[in-house]
């Protein structure tokens, strides 16, 4: 099986940054994208940040210039580097993973069990 893990939440002031992490184990062949989502309480899940297994990123506009997503791919992890956080950034922050578990298996979709950000204002 696979797991994803997060790391690295917790309450910081506005205008703080934070760094999470997420990591993949268990019977790994490739892990394609990655990605980050968030939900605050009473709203729907949203994408954050997404990378490829080429490097390549995205962002959601509310968090181009502040968020940075990287990869280590020797270490199966993602990271989110938050800096400049708002109080709307509170959220719990999930990962995501495409990952394929052997060379001639299927890709399947990832989650972790998420991780709670809270900005104070």
């Known amino acids: 099986q696979v797991q994803l893990e997060e790391s690295g939440g917790g309450l910081v002031q506005a205008g703080g940054s934070l760094r999470l992490s997420c990591a993949a184990s268990?019977?790994?062949?490739?892990?394609?994208?990655m990605r980050w989502y968030r939900q605050a309480p009473g709203k729907q899940r949203e994408s954050v940040a997404h990378i490829t297994d080429g490097g390549s990123t995205n962002y959601a506009d509310s968090v181009k210039g502040r968020f940075t997503i990287s990869r280590d791919n020797a270490k199966n992890t993602v990271y989110l580097q938050m800096n400049s956080l708002k109080p709307e950034d509170t959220a719990v922050y999930y990962c995501n993973a495409d990952i394929r578990q052997s060379f001639s298996g299927a890709t399947y979709s990832y989650w972790g069990q998420g991780t709670q950000v809270t900005v104070s204002s």
């Open positions: 268990g019977r790994i062949f490739r892990v394609n994208s």
